[in-house]
């Protein structure tokens, strides 16, 4: 069965700080690797998302993750947050197969204060 | 394009009645379409995995007569919370797999349902 761990859990930053959210996954197979953002009240927003091809993936909002096969790791990355960034990042997985669901992460709570 | 629309996205019940949230992919057809469950400062559950024409697919841990899936068209899912609780109160989200989709196809979630049993 698939899992997906995300390391921290609550991450406090100060606006122009860089980030990085751990994500690490176990699967044996073939994977699709996503995170996904949270506003406050708000539903679900997909930041950004890896099939195939080039590790380095870059998103919405200035975001890019690098999926490392060798540590199962799809880690989130951001050069310098804003406040706006403050939010829930969810990391998901599922199995490259068709029909299968996503798997997600306890999520991270990203704090940043102006 | 890609829209998922779920309803009500807001929805209050008594204790012991229930209640039915529909899924809808408003511009494309999705075969398999997944119900998810999330409390407060938490992740998304999965709850269970519906195909349309047949029955779902529940996790374990998920009570099937509790909440009943029906799938039965290509565009609308639909989740009954049968004789609902306090502790059905949550935030349910579902998903929509595009269909004829193979192992990279991303899935479009709706905006969500919270739901309330006082």
């Known amino acids: 069965a698939q899992s997906v761990s995300q390391h921290n859990h609550h991450v406090i930053l100060s606006e122009a700080a860089s980030l990085e959210l751990g994500c690490n996954y176990s699967?044996?197979?073939?994977?699709?690797l996503f995170w996904y953002v949270q506003y406050p009240g708000q539903h679900l927003q997909l930041l950004l998302k890896?099939?195939?091809?080039?590790?380095l993936v870059k998103g919405i909002k200035g975001f890019e993750a690098e999926f490392i096969k060798s540590k199962f790791s799809f880690n989130l990355r951001k050069p310098s947050v804003q406040w706006s960034d403050t939010a829930e990042y969810f990391c998901a997985v599922n199995a490259n197969q068709a029909g299968t669901a996503l798997i997600f992460g306890k999520g991270t709570t990203l704090s940043v204060s102006s | 394009g890609a829209v998922v629309s779920q309803h009500p996205s807001r929805v209050i019940c008594k204790s012991g009645t229930s209640v039915k949230i529909e899924c809808r992919s408003l511009?494309?057809?999705?075969?398999?379409m997944f119900w998810y469950r999330q409390f407060p400062k938490q992740s998304l559950m999965l709850m269970a995995t519906?195909?349309?024409?047949?029955?779902?697919?529940?996790e374990q841990g998920v009570e099937k007569d509790k909440f009943l899936i029906n799938h039965a068209s290509l565009t609308l899912s639909t989740l009954t919370v049968t004789s609902a609780h306090p502790e059905d109160s949550s935030f349910y989200i579902c998903?929509?797999?595009?269909?004829?989709?193979?192992?990279?196809?991303?899935?479009?979630f709706g905006q969500g349902t919270r739901l309330t049993v006082v």
């Open positions: 890896y099939f195939s091809g080039d590790p």
């Open positions: 511009d494309f057809q999705a075969t398999t």
């Open positions: 699967y044996g197979g073939t994977v699709n």
């Open positions: 519906s195909n349309e024409g047949s029955k779902a697919t529940y």
């Open positions: 998903s929509a797999l595009p269909t004829g989709g193979r192992g990279n196809t991303e899935a479009f």
